[in-house]
């Protein structure tokens, strides 16, 4: 006995494989959706701002009138937060990883910080802003200078940091710790001498990707408070600052009052976007480059 | 090879000895070997410190909060009027701006993000995938603040061509832009859902005679639906937590309304707007400020709980 | 061994024309002068084979010598990898499957195949089975539910999982797997059954069950083994091809290249000389 | 030279009168540069274009290594980050400081001198499209953000108004411009229901200039440089309508109802304890009136400026 | 074969005590009653084996029975498994390795090890020789130049990399690598060397290379060798163990166990009738 019908399912073959053609058309548009409003975001942004980028925009001061304003603070602020985190995120990053990866026995603790590691990950970036406001602006008092706005981005994006090292601590091949073990070194030689230069590629990988992710925040710093107007550069860690997402910021609020701040405002995503993209690139190239196969 | 026992023999240099030598001068060794897993415990611990300090911080002021605004009415009122003359703290409005935004920014995101997924793991070419993904990580990478002024000068006066009664601020504009946001991350997590559904899987359902449609519709995404949910729910959480697109591009209005036309605020925006005022502390404008700030966060701890138990315990045996 | 039928030898190194076998059996994939290549790794090299219906046709040789990459050629699976290219020509029942316009997907529903591991889909054993008829646009539950038992008893796998039908399919051990693998192909009603190994990943005991079930199957459909085990081949086969890095070597009934091979290599890889 | 589209009509007459006031002030040009500290100055977003021009031009002109950074919390705020010990130098705000906020200083322990910097007319803006409220009385006006005003459509007003529901929208209650609204024209009674409260100016400018249907009501600055996108309502305090401009929005002038001034409040401690922050008080009591009008404000009498130069001068 | 010596049958089944080697060789390792369990799994079970001076130790057995890891319980790599639990007894040199007490930092300096695949660490071919002297704390420029050469002479590859010691180690070939380990291994000088299939990933080139080596080197250092293929060990070493499912089936000069094997396993090993 037949159940199978063979007329049918050639007839009904047509109709499947036309589905299956214009299913493969819908989703290779949804893929290109992302990619034409990436391109669309980008054009605008461009195309508003890049008339105003000069070498004064660049290394001038802040201003209200829009003619001289330029966002060499909000560039040196970005370098002098990124002087905090970077130090700060790769210490306690890396030893977090190290922790997990060579020491922590596979018990409560370890399992307790890599919870939490994972949970810290997906706590909004506000939470953090309020949690930089209250330790580090209040309570420990060093008012909302860099160090304040640094620290609260450091934890921010400990979590990258944490995950990305781990995971190259644990692409360092285990024949590599043997040999090294093997010649009777000792745990912490085993780790300083050998694990963490095998490692290091995509630490850094990690720790730029994190940067990056710094450099980009805002909402953190509009809770611990970054002054509307700041005209002097700033020189050291415990200085009042103004980033350049904040400076997008306060631009996009204020082009309704002086129409042209829209355009600085532009002008300033397209240096932060180059920023951000150098960065990145910056971090394939250590990815690509120094990627040692065993 | 005779060379070589000779070479050792007539050697100066006796490692063996110079080691043993050494050894009484490795104290430095033994010493960090001692210290450095406590120094690296005491590191580690920061990170655990930071949820401890996040919990308290908000937790300590929001028990102050709700001794002057009992539980019930803040979680039960719809009027959100902090600043006035006789202030009300009822979360609703914010809560359903939250929800209402992200809502439409998963509108967005779950379908787009799920047939790009479906588009890189099952249709595209090795080559192509390489050339797309790291495109569209690029769409993550952007800054919020960059979607928000994109939303607002952008998106809205779109939207406000097709449909007449948009407000300039409004929380349509910025859901869609959060749910553009999301696209890779719930791209990027379904994509590793379903490629780690094995080949044979796929071999078995093609040697049916069955349409990569079928294959995908009926095997690949059922086997794959855990970490599929999985990165929807981490969408979510995303979109909850996000706090400048909103709040560039609708407006600080504690509208406790259904109707996506109008501006709204959702929890982040409401943070970033009493403190932008700088609320003095002491007062109950400023504890409202952690109270808002707990329920965010339990909110989004919530969601990625959730996220990690979908994709633990339904995760498929294959 | 159960080799009873005699047919005149089947195999045309020169890829001369192929002669017809005799008892009435038809040709059914007839393979000249086919060449394959993964990238610039000639994987197999002027094959030409004629395969009869209703018959078991084995086909061993050591590791890599491009075994499944041949039968994975018969229902164009081998394509999925994109580095492959094709030269030559297979016919099934008579047309060019290499054909760009012959449609994948009815080649796959007349030639089903059975994998080296298990590969149930995490669906209930019923889903598994019916996956095929749905997929094809049979809907009707009662129908479904006629053509799944059929299946499942031509697998003879029936009794074993009649009472949990809705049970998850990983619940099944591995040999129980590989038969509900066998009855989710036999549910579209194949004409030729392709077996890569199909017992390699199973217990003697469960083996032997798929052995039997071999057998049962050859009256009424075609089938292709690749097997490892040259026990096997000589147990449940009537024809069996010897390759050899790429190149079918020998050809023949299967009695006589085990009984009396003509080629000195498949001596030696009959008894164990190397492979 | 900040303006939007209206460069020609304010920014010009403007520089025309900062130039007039230079020649009479000395001490503008002379960049002595021989102070440095901070100064910090929060409080009124009204205000903050004003003092954000005078901050940056004592930086540029006057000393370059004084730090004054200006933020805009909104004037309550401000006074909350002013009123403490260690708080904020200046506190700009666009309603007279309270007496409780008074207090708040008498007990962290410091003095405070309030000074007028400006005035500042209460500006209600309307759509460009919207041609029947270009002109409406003060009670019309009240009538439209008074909870109990029976308005909620414009033709409640006038009956040959739109059939359409009005959108009344204003500044936060951080704000300064909301607390004058609601004390001195609204006599402390609450605004309608419904009435849209922003934080941001920008938020109410957008708003108006898309919505037909929409009134707002801020400073006069910031409707000065949006006039391309809103239009303000003529007030009719009795006398006929009265546009709001620099010269109706006077002490004495027609426009004076809706006319407010607008203070910055000096912690006088830190004044005395820190030369820069008294420097900076100086200096924008001797230049203020000079800016006023490009940011939307009209100065203050001379006299009344010259007043606060010589307390400030007894503080040295 | 290069067996010369002779000395009395080492293996002691029933944990008795071990007769003394004639010809003045010394035990370096006592084994006794060490059982291994990897959590519940029993890895090694009851071995008692006396491991000689200056002799080629080889260790032969089919693949799980636990060559490797009753080599790494010689230098205790095997505890950096975190389920490891060992009974029984080792003694190196006379002092018991697997007290707590002995630092296993120190026994390492003195047992070096060579493992299946080369692993240079991914520095110059001067630094990983480097390595061992200067985390004992050698740092002398002239001293290290010395140990260098020294140790690559001894593993015989200094000719082949004299010209560019400080090029990136992975630059070398399979054979060159592991001889590179070699030199690693000799230059803290240890007093045994454990190699675990040093040659199993090797050319037949290399291996043989790597083998002269062996012979060489056990002039100077007592030698422990794992290896799969019979033909290596029957070559190069002075005695052989036969391990079997965790357990020393045999273990005796290494031609009275190719020639004249006591136990029938053992001889189904060699033979190749099973592994
Ligand atoms: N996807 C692929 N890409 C490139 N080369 C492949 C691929 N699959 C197989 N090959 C190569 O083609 C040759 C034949 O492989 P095939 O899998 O057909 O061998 P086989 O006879 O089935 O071996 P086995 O008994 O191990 O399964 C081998 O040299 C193999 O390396
Ligand atoms: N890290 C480990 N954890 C758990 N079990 C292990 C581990 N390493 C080895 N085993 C088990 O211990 C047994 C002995 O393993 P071992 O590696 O010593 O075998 P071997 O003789 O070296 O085999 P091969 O020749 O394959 O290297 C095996 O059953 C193996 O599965
Ligand atoms: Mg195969
Ligand atoms: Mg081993
Ligand atoms: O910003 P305000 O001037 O209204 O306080």
Not at chain 1, 177 to 206: R, V, Y
Not at chain 2, 70 to 98: A, C, I, K, M, Y
Request: charged share 20%; glycine share 8%; hydrophobic share 45%.
């Amino acid at each position: 006995m037949k159940y199978v019908d063979t007329a049918l399912v050639q007839k009904k073959m047509n109709g499947r494989l036309l589905l299956n053609t214009f299913a493969k058309t819908v989703f290779l548009l949804s893929t290109l959706f992302g990619l034409v409003v990436l391109a669309v975001l980008i054009y605008r942004v461009v195309s508003d701002g890049i008339g105003w980028i000069n070498l004064d925009f660049l290394t001038g001061k802040l201003s209200t009138n829009a003619d001289r304003a330029g966002i060499m603070g909000a560039i040196l602020g970005t370098l002098w937060l990124m002087a905090v985190v970077a130090p700060v995120t790769m210490f306690l990053g890396v030893g977090t990883a190290i922790y997990l990866e060579c020491y922590a026995k596979k018990g409560r603790i370890h399992s307790i910080i890599q919870t939490n590691i994972s949970n810290l990950a997906g706590v909004p970036s506000i939470v953090f802003g309020i949690l930089g406001l209250t330790i580090f602006v209040r309570a420990m008092d060093f008012g909302n200078v860099i160090l304040a706005g640094g620290l609260t981005m450091s934890l921010l994006v400990l979590p990258i940091v944490v995950v990305a090292s781990q995971e190259a601590i644990r692409a360092v091949p285990a024949h590599l710790s043997e040999a090294s073990f093997g010649m009777g070194a000792t745990k912490w030689q085993t780790i300083k001498n050998i694990i963490l230069p095998a490692a290091l590629p995509g630490i850094l990988t990690g720790a730029i990707l994190s940067l990056s992710r710094a450099i980009g925040e805002t909402a953190p710093l509009v809770v611990i408070g970054i002054p509307a107007l700041l005209i002097p550069f700033p020189g050291g860690i415990m200085d009042r600052f103004t980033i350049l997402p904040m400076q997008i910021y306060y631009w996009t609020l204020d082009s309704s009052l002086v129409a042209e701040y829209a355009n600085l405002a532009a002008a300033t995503i397209v240096v932060l976007l180059v920023v951000l993209f150098l960065l990145n690139s910056i971090a394939i190239v250590i990815r690509n480059k120094f990627q040692q196969r065993y | 090879m005779e060379a070589n026992s000779a070479l050792k023999k007539g050697n100066a240099v006796n490692v063996r000895e110079m080691i043993e030598e050494k050894k009484s001068k490795r104290s430095i060794t033994n010493v960090l070997e001692k210290i450095m897993p406590r120094v690296l415990l005491m590191i580690a611990t920061i990170s655990v410190l930071t949820t401890v300090g996040i919990i308290f911080t908000l937790l300590s002021e929001t028990v102050e909060f709700f001794s002057r605004i009992p539980f019930v009415d803040f979680f039960t009122g719809t009027v959100l009027r902090p600043l006035s003359q006789n202030p009300e703290f009822g979360v609703l409005p914010l809560l359903t701006g939250t929800i209402i935004s992200s809502v439409i920014a998963m509108f967005v995101a779950v379908p787009i993000g799920l047939m790009t997924a479906i588009y890189l793991s099952e249709y595209a070419s090795d080559k192509v995938r390489r050339l797309l993904k790291p495109m569209l990580e690029i769409l993550a990478g952007i800054p919020t603040i960059v979607y928000g002024f994109f939303a607002f000068t952008f998106v809205t006066p779109i939207l406000r061509e097709f449909i007449p009664g948009l407000q300039a601020t409004n929380i349509l504009s910025p859901g869609i832009v959060m749910g553009i946001m999301i696209i890779p991350m719930v791209a990027s997590l379904s994509e590793d859902a379903m490629s780690s559904v094995p080949n044979s899987m796929r071999e078995g359902a093609l040697a049916l005679g069955s349409t990569k449609l079928e294959v995908t519709r009926k095997v690949i995404m059922p086997a794959a639906m855990s970490g599929i949910i999985a990165s929807f729910v981490l969408g979510i959480s995303r979109a909850i937590g996000e706090t400048m697109i909103v709040t560039i591009a609708s407006g600080s209005s504690k509208n406790f309304t259904f109707d996506i036309t109008q501006s709204m605020q959702t929890m982040t925006a409401y943070i970033v707007e009493v403190s932008s005022g700088d609320a003095p502390s002491g007062s109950t404008i400023y504890y409202s400020l952690y109270a808002v700030a707990m329920t965010l966060f339990v909110f989004t701890f919530l969601m990625n709980l959730l996220a990690r138990y979908i994709s633990r315990k339904f995760r498929e045996e294959y | 061994m159960a080799l009873s039928q005699k047919a005149n030898v089947a195999y045309s190194p020169k890829g001369g024309p192929v002669e017809t076998a005799v008892l009435d059996k038809k040709v059914v994939y007839d393979t000249k002068d086919l060449n394959l290549w993964y990238g610039k790794d000639h994987a197999l090299k002027n094959i030409n084979l004629a395969i009869y219906e209703k018959e078991v046709t084995a086909i061993i040789g050591p590791s890599g010598c491009g075994k499944s990459t041949y039968i994975k050629t018969l229902n164009r699976m081998v394509q999925l990898v994109p580095t492959v290219r094709i030269s030559g020509e297979i016919s099934y029942r008579g047309k060019s499957i290499l054909d760009k316009s012959y449609q994948v997907e009815e080649l796959r529903t007349r030639v089903g195949m059975v994998f080296q591991k298990p590969n149930p889909f995490p669906k209930s054993i019923y889903d598994n089975v019916a996956y095929g008829p749905r997929i094809h646009g049979i809907k009707n539950k009662k129908i479904l539910d006629q053509i799944v038992e059929k299946s499942l008893r031509g697998a003879a796998i029936w009794d074993e999982v009649k009472e949990r039908l809705h049970e998850n399919a990983y619940g099944l051990s591995g040999g129980q797997q590989q038969r509900l693998c066998i009855a989710r192909c036999l549910a579209i009603e194949p004409d030729v059954i392709l077996m890569d190994e199909p017992t390699s990943a199973l217990d003697p005991k469960s083996t032997l069950k798929v052995e039997e079930l071999i057998q049962e199957l050859k009256k009424d459909y075609s089938i292709i083994i690749v097997t490892h085990n040259m026990q096997q081949a000589a147990r449940i086969s009537d024809k069996t091809a010897f390759f050899l890095n790429g190149e079918v070597v020998e050809y023949d009934q299967t009695d006589v290249i085990f009984s009396n091979p003509s080629d000195k290599r498949t001596e030696d890889y009959i008894t164990g000389r190397f492979g | 030279a900040c303006g939007s589209g209206n460069e020609e009509t304010t920014t010009e007459s403007n520089e025309q009168t900062a130039s007039e006031q230079t020649e009479g002030n000395e001490t503008t040009e002379e960049a002595t540069a021989d102070l440095e500290g901070s100064v910090v100055v929060d409080g009124s977003g009204t205000v903050y274009p004003l003092m954000s021009v005078v901050a940056e031009e004592y930086m540029y002109t006057e000393q370059e290594n004084v730090s004054v950074e200006v933020s805009r919390a909104g004037t309550s705020a401000g006074f909350g980050r002013f009123l403490v010990e260690d708080g904020t130098d200046f506190n700009n705000a666009s309603r007279q400081i309270k007496d409780e906020e008074l207090a708040e200083a008498d007990a962290a322990g410091f003095e405070v001198m309030e000074m007028k910097v400006a005035l500042d007319g209460l500006t209600f803006v309307i759509n460009k499209e919207n041609d029947w409220a270009t002109e409406l009385t003060k009670e019309e006006l009240i009538s439209i953000f008074h909870h109990d005003g029976g308005v909620e459509k414009w033709s409640d007003i006038r009956p040959e108004f739109p059939d359409e529901e009005i959108h009344a929208m204003g500044p936060n209650e951080n704000h300064g411009t909301y607390e004058f609204f609601y004390e001195a024209i609204l006599e402390k009674e609450d605004l309608v229901d419904g009435v849209n409260l922003q934080q941001e100016y920008s938020t109410l400018v957008n708003l108006v200039s898309e919505d037909v249907n929409g009134i707002a009501f801020f400073g006069f600055g910031y409707y000065v440089n949006n006039q391309d996108k809103l239009q303000a309502v003529n007030v009719d305090f009795g006398d006929g309508p009265i546009e709001p401009s620099l010269d109706t929005i006077g002490e004495e002038a027609e426009y004076a109802p809706f006319t407010r001034p607008v203070f910055t409040y000096l912690n006088v401690d830190k004044a005395k304890a820190n030369p820069q922050v008294l420097d900076f008080a100086l200096f924008t009591a001797n230049n203020v009136n000079e800016f006023a009008g490009q940011t939307g404000f009209a100065p203050l009498p001379d006299e009344e400026v010259q007043a606060y130069v010589e307390v400030l001068e007894g503080l040295k």
